[in-house]
């Protein structure tokens, strides 16, 4: 029987040490999300959505942010492990000491309850496990009442004008002490103890029969997805981990996709660049949709359209913004924390993103490419949905020249950005594709005119004799990797000599062993901020996928390998990576982990001989294939 380990409320308490971005798992219930530290720590927690205010975030403010750890008390020689359940998002963290064996399991159900359901056991010997939370609602600014009760602890705050609450169930008692919720149990070998994170007034038992039942349901929950999947032969781990991430940014209820868990943590340290991705980028969510469709995922296409169809595409295509809330709301006014200290002293820490407004040309295409997929699969879609897609369709044919902001959403000048140019390419090949295929009407002839009038632009325009490859906008020097994405969306052969020549271009410029960087930030193209950032993970896979369409296979899977040593102890990653490979920037990136997969598929296809086309030609040098090119 589990035995109350108050008598040891004398020994000295270590504090909670400031953790690495990669130091984190993560669990949620496609509503939100929690970030759960190596020691037992949530130290990021938005309440009661993703994009709401935190209550829990020490890892942007160790002092003002709230926390709720629960682990076994640190000792000497006290080692910290974590790993999923197989083929879920239930995490297990492990605390191994001499003596004894501790380890905690993290889930969030998956029955709209927004609980955090958290399992302690003692594996070997006597452990002991203690509690402490010290929730800071509304960002660090809130202060909460806490009251301990039978059964648990109870929290009430203010919030936006109401009065919120919470309960924290556990079969330990809990007692409230210096502004934390405290709790002190030591366990013998195969005992458990339960600690349960309730939103709302707690009304029904939760007891060790809940805890049991739960467990299991969210266990055959992540089970049964994961086995509707098809996954490669090669890396199939990784992928499965990088598909159960990107469902985890889902929104089960509106069928929005959120770009990462977090907001705030900085591209580089000490510097300005620390953003909010806890929204829904159009561009970003119909990447997504294309990798979890090479998975065989189809379902989430259909709710990711009917969500763009509710709230992007309803008035004029002009107006469709570039990101939305999760809920589908339109304003995110970007505004600053000045009351948190940020990761690693890295300030502003800001909410909302003033990026909503911008124009970015790029958007039509990937969600016509998002659309064009799901029609393979699911079918022509309903007649009004393609009556709002064939309006956007004629407004892009007469405005895709427009200046913008480019992909990486510049706070610079507007340009003809490289990218803005292709996707346009992109919603004008997949729309009369689609209209050709499917018996669709829509004005086709002009549709196609002014896709090979974008192609004439991009391989005239964009090309940069001097240099020797596709520059970053219309006239310039500098290099963007978003070139990447041209053989990826077929918009050029990756046999032809121009696009031979922008690879080597890429990789003496923006290539360093396996990272790539997004952009070379000089005067001609400043992106409008001060600071570096870091290789972007994303652009790292992207170019791992282009190596490999165009035939360089050995060095494509050789440079994939390297990418997963960056990956943090449990195959996730943040959206950049440093000179000495620490995680920066929000945590986990959707944009990341798709990428992953669709460079882990196309590698797969071509390792197992699933690849027929005549592109699959295999070089193990620049050299040869411009041998090969003379010759043919």
Same mark, same amino acid.
């Given at each position: 029987?589990?035995?109350?380990?108050?008598?040891?409320?004398?020994?000295?308490?270590?504090?909670?040490?400031?953790?690495?971005?990669?130091?984190?798992?993560?669990?949620?219930?496609?509503?939100?999300?929690?970030?759960?530290?190596?020691?037992?720590?949530?130290?990021?927690?938005?309440?009661?959505?993703?994009?709401?205010?935190?209550?829990?975030?020490?890892?942007?403010?160790?002092?003002?942010?709230?926390?709720?750890?629960?682990?076994?008390?640190?000792?000497?020689?006290?080692?910290?492990?974590?790993?999923?359940?197989?083929?879920?998002?239930?995490?297990?963290?492990?605390?191994?000491?001499?003596?004894?064996?501790?380890?905690?399991?993290?889930?969030?159900?998956?029955?709209?309850?927004?609980?955090?359901?958290?399992?302690?056991?003692?594996?070997?010997?006597?452990?002991?496990?203690?509690?402490?939370?010290?929730?800071?609602?509304?960002?660090? %600014?809130? @202060?909460?009442?806490?009251? /301990?009760? *039978? #059964?648990?602890? =109870?929290? &009430?705050?203010? !919030?936006?004008?109401?009065?919120?609450?919470?309960?924290?169930?556990?079969?330990? %008692?809990? @007692?409230?002490?210096?502004? /934390?919720? *405290? #709790?002190?149990? =030591?366990? &013998?070998?195969? !005992?458990?103890?339960?600690?349960?994170?309730?939103?709302?007034?707690?009304?029904? %038992?939760?007891?060790?029969?809940?805890?049991?039942?739960?467990?299991?349901? =969210?266990? &055959?929950?992540?089970?049964?997805?994961?086995?509707?999947?098809?996954?490669?032969?090669?890396?199939?781990?990784?992928?499965?981990?990088?598909?159960?991430?990107?469902?985890?940014? =889902?929104? &089960?209820?509106?069928?929005?996709?959120?770009?990462?868990?977090?907001?705030?943590?900085?591209?580089?340290?000490?510097?300005?660049?620390?953003?909010?991705?806890?929204?829904?980028?159009?561009?970003?969510?119909?990447?997504?949709?294309?990798?979890?469709?090479?998975?065989?995922?189809?379902?989430?296409?259909?709710?990711?359209?009917?969500?763009?169809?509710?709230?992007?595409?309803?008035?004029?295509?002009?107006?469709?913004?570039?990101?939305?809330?999760?809920?589908?709301?339109?304003?995110?006014?970007?505004?600053?924390?000045?009351?948190?200290?940020?990761?690693?002293?890295?300030?502003?820490?800001?909410?909302?993103?003033?990026?909503?407004?911008?124009?970015?040309?790029?958007?039509?295409?990937?969600?016509?490419?998002?659309?064009?997929?799901?029609?393979?699969?699911?079918?022509?879609?309903?007649?009004?949905?393609?009556?709002?897609?064939?309006?956007?369709?004629?407004?892009?044919?007469?405005?895709?020249?427009?200046?913008?902001?480019?992909?990486?959403?510049?706070?610079?000048?507007?340009?003809?950005?490289?990218?803005?140019?292709?996707?346009?390419?992109?919603?004008?090949?997949?729309?009369?594709?689609?209209?050709?295929?499917?018996?669709?009407?829509?004005?086709?002839?002009?549709?196609?005119?002014?896709?090979?009038?974008?192609?004439?632009?991009?391989?005239?325009?964009?090309?940069?004799?001097?240099?020797?490859?596709?520059?970053?906008?219309?006239?310039?020097?500098?290099?963007?990797?978003?070139?990447?994405?041209?053989?990826?969306?077929?918009?050029?052969?990756?046999?032809?000599?121009?696009?031979?020549?922008?690879?080597?271009?890429?990789?003496?410029?923006?290539?360093?062993?396996?990272?790539?960087?997004?952009?070379?930030?000089?005067?001609?193209?400043?992106?409008?901020?001060?600071?570096?950032?870091?290789?972007?993970?994303?652009?790292?896979?992207?170019?791992?996928?282009?190596?490999?369409?165009?035939?360089?296979?050995?060095?494509?899977?050789?440079?994939?390998?390297?990418?997963?040593?960056?990956?943090?102890?449990?195959?996730?990653?943040?959206?950049?990576?440093?000179?000495?490979?620490?995680?920066?920037?929000?945590?986990?990136?959707?944009?990341?982990?798709?990428?992953?997969?669709?460079?882990?598929?196309?590698?797969?296809?071509?390792?197992?001989?699933?690849?027929?086309?005549?592109?699959?030609?295999?070089?193990?040098?620049?050299?040869?294939?411009?041998?090969?090119?003379?010759?043919?």
């Amino acid at each position: 029987m589990a035995k109350s380990a108050a008598r040891r409320g004398n020994r000295r308490k270590t504090a909670i040490p400031p953790h690495s971005i990669a130091s984190h798992g993560v669990i949620g219930d496609m509503r939100t999300l929690a970030l759960v530290a190596q020691d037992g720590t949530i130290d990021f927690f938005c309440h009661p959505d993703i994009d709401s205010p935190t209550l829990f975030a020490s890892l942007l403010d160790p002092d003002k942010g709230g926390h709720f750890r629960f682990g076994v008390e640190d000792g000497t020689g006290l080692k910290y492990r974590q790993i999923y359940l197989p083929d879920t998002n239930v995490l297990i963290t492990r605390f191994l000491g001499d003596e004894g064996i501790g380890e905690i399991a993290d889930f969030m159900p998956l029955d709209d309850s927004g609980r955090i359901v958290r399992i302690s056991k003692s594996i070997r010997g006597e452990v002991p496990f203690t509690l402490e939370a010290i929730p800071r609602p509304g960002y660090g %600014r809130g @202060k909460p009442v806490l009251k /301990a009760t *039978r #059964g648990g602890a =109870t929290i &009430r705050w203010e !919030e936006d004008g109401e009065t919120r609450s919470a309960t924290i169930a556990s079969d330990m %008692r809990l @007692k409230v002490r210096g502004g /934390a919720i *405290r #709790g002190e149990i =030591t366990l &013998r070998e195969g !005992e458990e103890c339960h600690v349960v994170f309730c939103p709302g007034r707690q009304t029904s %038992r939760i007891d060790a029969d809940y805890v049991k039942q739960a467990f299991a349901e =969210t266990r &055959r929950y992540w089970h049964d997805w994961v086995a509707a999947g098809q996954f490669p032969t090669y890396w199939r781990e990784l992928v499965v981990r990088s598909a159960l991430t990107l469902k985890l940014l =889902t929104s &089960r209820r509106y069928g929005s996709i959120a770009a990462a868990a977090t907001f705030g943590l900085p591209e580089e340290i000490g510097g300005e660049r620390n953003w909010d991705y806890r929204f829904c980028w159009v561009r970003d969510s119909a990447f997504t949709l294309y990798s979890l469709s090479r998975l065989g995922y189809h379902e989430e296409t259909g709710a990711f359209i009917r969500f763009l169809m509710n709230n992007a595409v309803e008035h004029d295509a002009e107006r469709m913004q570039i990101m939305y809330g999760m809920d589908g709301r339109k304003e995110l006014t970007e505004t600053t924390l000045d009351h948190f200290a940020g990761f690693a002293k890295s300030q502003p820490v800001r909410i909302g993103n003033a990026a909503y407004t911008q124009t970015q040309m790029d958007i039509y295409g990937e969600l016509m490419d998002s659309v064009y997929i799901g029609s393979r699969a699911l079918g022509k879609p309903p007649f009004e949905v393609w009556a709002r897609l064939q309006k956007m369709l004629d407004w892009l044919a007469g405005n895709w020249r427009q200046p913008d902001m480019g992909i990486w959403e510049s706070r610079g000048e507007p340009q003809e950005f490289l990218s803005s140019r292709l996707m346009c390419w992109v919603a004008l090949d997949r729309g009369q594709r689609m209209a050709t295929l499917e018996s669709l009407s829509g004005d086709v002839n002009r549709w196609r005119y002014e896709r090979d009038e974008i192609e004439k632009t991009l391989l005239t325009e964009f090309w940069n004799e001097e240099i020797g490859a596709f520059t970053q906008y219309k006239g310039s020097r500098g290099l963007d990797a978003v070139v990447l994405l041209m053989p990826l969306v077929r918009f050029i052969n990756p046999r032809d000599p121009k696009w031979i020549s922008t690879l080597k271009v890429v990789r003496r410029e923006l290539v360093h062993d396996c990272l790539v960087q997004r952009y070379k930030n000089l005067d001609e193209n400043s992106d409008g901020l001060s600071g570096m950032e870091g290789a972007f993970t994303t652009s790292s896979f992207w170019y791992v996928e282009a190596l490999a369409r165009t035939g360089f296979v050995s060095e494509a899977r050789f440079l994939f390998e390297k990418l997963h040593a960056y990956a943090n102890h449990l195959g996730l990653y943040s959206e950049e990576l440093s000179d000495t490979g620490d995680h920066l920037g929000n945590f986990p990136q959707a944009l990341t982990h798709l990428s992953l997969i669709s460079a882990a598929v196309w590698l797969d296809r071509s390792l197992t001989g699933k690849r027929t086309d005549p592109t699959n030609i295999q070089f193990q040098n620049l050299e040869d294939a411009d041998e090969f090119f003379k010759r043919h």
